[in-house]
């Protein structure tokens, strides 16, 4: 089992900036990719951005490129969001998923084995 934990969420105006983490504990963290997920009110969850096992690949939705930046410590075994220029259309909970590090950058949200809370994002125009 991956134990993970989201924080950092919060209401932001529209251009600032907010930094989720995740921290995880159980299994070792490194053998896992990292996704993140949002999911806004009466929407369905959707990916946002993933980083591979070992932090040197990423990935990063259309709508959230040159904005989101997704850097892992595993030696902290923590990963981040960094959200830059949050636009009211980011407002959602925000999940950070494990899914097993052989699936490389994994999109879909079947794919990932361990799901945190959730941290709300909220960004007023």
């Known amino acids: 089992q991956v134990q993970l934990v989201e924080s950092g969420g919060g209401l932001v105006q529209a251009g600032g900036s907010l930094r989720l983490s995740c921290a995880a504990s159980?299994?070792?963290?490194?053998?896992?990719?990292t996704g993140w997920f949002r999911q806004a009110p009466g929407k369905e969850r959707e990916f946002v951005a993933v980083?591979?096992?070992?932090?040197?690949?990423?990935y990063c939705t259309d709508s959230v490129k040159g904005r989101f930046t997704i850097p892992r410590e595993n030696a902290k075994n923590t990963a981040y969001m960094l959200m830059n220029s949050l636009k009211p259309e980011d407002t959602a909970v925000y999940y950070c998923?494990?899914?097993?590090?052989?699936?490389?950058?994994?999109?879909?949200?079947?794919?990932?084995?361990?799901w945190g809370q959730g941290t709300q994002v909220t960004v007023s125009s």
């Open positions: 998923a494990a899914a097993q590090g052989l699936l490389g950058r994994p999109r879909i949200a079947s794919q990932y084995d361990f």
């Open positions: 159980g299994r070792t963290f490194s053998n896992y990719a």
């Open positions: 980083i591979d096992w070992s932090g040197s690949s990423t």
